[in-house]
């Protein structure tokens, strides 16, 4: 019952934000009493932290699939299908809470940060061992930003498509288009090595 709650919960709070969900609608989402909710969590609280931690270790896992490829697989098109698979194949729920990370209440700032900071920071890696194993011209500094730009881009545009329902053709049409970004991106890595 407690997995079911933070399912639900997150589903909850990535549409309503933890101020606009209540502990009624999370009790509701479960078919069990409001009161019955203080039995697995002492509040709401509780559920929020732990719906963030879940969506921050689905991140941690994702990035660290990546982290561990060997070298030999660390190609432009394998970069992209990550950048790929995380805005498209990612549960839309996650997506959403994780951009709301910035509207939390205050009580939740600060491990909200430390957590969005290690995210980051293995990110950086990953970018780095794609960086290195492609010789690529632009500072890393630059190539991370166009990269990170991207792909932050697409979990906006993603979300935003989501939430007026117009998901069919739009995320489709959207993922061309974030597939194609990178493809213009990396192509002009390709660019600027041909000039020199």
Known sequence: ????????????????????CTLDELAKSVDIKKASLYYYFPSKAAIYRECTQRCIDYFDRVIKVQKNKSASTLTLGNLKQFI??????????????YLQFTQAPDEFKEELYEGVSGLHEELDDVFKRYY??????????EYRELVLGVMESGFIRTTFINYFDELSYRRKTLKLDVANMLDSLFELN????ENQ
Not at 84 to 97: A, E, H
């Open 1 to 20: 019952m407690r997995s079911e709650i933070i399912d639900n919960a997150i589903e909850l709070f990535a549409q309503k934000s933890y101020f606009g």
């Open 190 to 193: 390709e660019t600027v090595k």
């Open 132 to 141: 290195e194993a492609n010789d690529i011209e632009v500072s890393f500094k």
């Open 84 to 97: 790929l698979d995380t805005v498209f194949k990612t549960d839309i729920n996650y997506l959403r809470l």
